[in-house]
């Protein structure tokens, strides 16, 4: 991949130990101060539970279980299959792999190569590991800001090739706010799109009801707000947000939460004072790379169903994808397991010659598009456990 190396002007940052009274001076051009001493000692270690693992599972099968019982027909296995044009469907298999390398290159670029393009990518398939196990609205960052720093050190310790040493926990949270950053930016741009395309075509399907409709538009509308509100602050007036919380926080059954949060608050405001400090080509790039991973995200549900629906209308299924996609964030459920299989049917139920292809088609995009991520992650994280033991 590209070397993307390139320098901004030096800042200061807070330390992150603890009672240190210099502050840090980073390598130029630095996401984040990187500190050379791996993990912190003090860093709670997340951990995947076998009922992280077992519930979504169950979850999904169960809804898919549902959809089968409605929707079932003997020969709609076997007529899915007969349909299904291999060359489209090949496309569908290389847009999860551009979602893991743009993924991977995105994390390497935004960390400054302090983990190289392998690395990035590892790191991202333990994101969408993390984030299949956890409820997509709170999503797999806490898990994979740690796994960032254990692959940095590991990777400097065995191969010397880190090019500005170990990252720590606090420094790889850093890069993943930023990273979340160019997520939210990239749905606040969505939005629009879904909402002018609704003018003209049935984005929202009739199947979801008025209410269903105008739940819908009031979702997006919000998303779009919290997004353009979240990244304006972080960029621009990261103040706002700490008086936000600070406020918040005065509610009686909240002040409990009161000191812990408003210490991330300051750590927030330290990592948003990084990020104003980057140029405008550091931005571009990484926002083309976000670009790049939910656009393979969209399209993976565009070419399976393309796949055996060659007549289908193309624009409209974009839209609904991206619709389906972005309704899918807010699933209370870890990975969203459930209701994204309930999402698929509404979403593009009627845009398939038959309901009896429904579950065979939703089996084969959750299989690209979260299956093989479980696959992936427990493989990993066996194997990251092993390496980082005989590297401790």
Not at 35 to 47: A, F, I, K, M, R
Not at 68 to 92: C, K, L, Q
Not at 162 to 181: E, F, H, W
């Amino acid at each position: 991949m590209p070397d993307d190396t390139h320098h901004s002007e030096p800042y200061s940052a807070a330390p992150s130990t603890p009672g240190a009274a210099v502050p840090v001076t980073p390598p130029l051009g630095a996401i984040a101060p990187l500190s050379d001493h791996g993990l912190e000692s003090d860093t709670t270690v997340p951990t995947v539970s076998l009922r992280g693992l077992i519930l979504p599972l169950a979850l999904g099968l169960g809804v898919l279980a549902i959809i089968a019982w409605y929707t079932w027909d003997e020969g709609g296995f076997s007529r899915f299959a007969e349909a299904v044009n291999p060359w489209i469907m090949a496309a569908a298999v290389g847009m999860t792999g551009a979602r893991i390398l743009f993924g991977g290159w995105r994390i390497s670029f935004v960390s400054r190569h302090s983990l190289g393009f392998a690395a990035g990518v590892r790191c991202q398939l333990m994101w969408d590991f993390a984030s299949n196990i956890s409820p997509s609205v709170v999503g797999g960052a806490p898990l994979t800001a740690y796994y960032i720093a254990r692959e940095s050190r590991v990777t400097s310790m065995e191969t010397k090739a880190s090019r500005r040493g170990p990252i720590a926990v606090g420094d790889a949270s850093a890069l993943m706010t930023y990273v979340m950053l160019l997520d939210q930016v990239w749905f606040a741009l969505s939005v629009p799109v879904i909402l002018a395309a609704s003018v003209s075509m049935e984005v929202i399907p009739m199947a979801a009801g008025r209410l269903g409709l105008w739940t819908a538009t009031i979702y997006f509308v919000c998303l779009m707000a919290y997004a353009g509100i979240f990244a304006y602050a972080t960029l621009f007036r990261p103040e706002l947000l700490s008086r936000l919380a600070s406020g918040v926080l005065r509610i009686p059954f909240l002040r409990r939460f009161r000191s812990r949060v408003l210490g991330e608050m300051e750590q927030f405001m330290v990592r948003a004072s990084v990020l104003r400090k980057q140029k405008s080509d550091f931005f571009l790039r990484g926002f083309l790379l976000t670009a790049g991973t939910w656009l393979a995200r969209y399209f993976l549900a565009v070419f399976v169903i393309m796949s055996f629906v060659p007549d289908v209308d193309t624009l409209l299924l974009i839209m609904r994808s991206i619709a389906q996609t972005i309704s899918s964030l807010i699933m209370p459920t870890p990975g969203g397991a459930g209701g994204i299989e309930g999402l698929y049917a509404l979403f593009f139920g009627d845009l398939l010659p038959s309901p009896a292809l429904i579950v065979p088609s939703l089996i084969t995009w959750r299989i690209l598009g979260y299956y093989v991520f479980l696959v992936i992650g427990v493989t990993m994280s066996t194997r990251h456990l092993q390496r980082t033991s005989r590297s401790t």
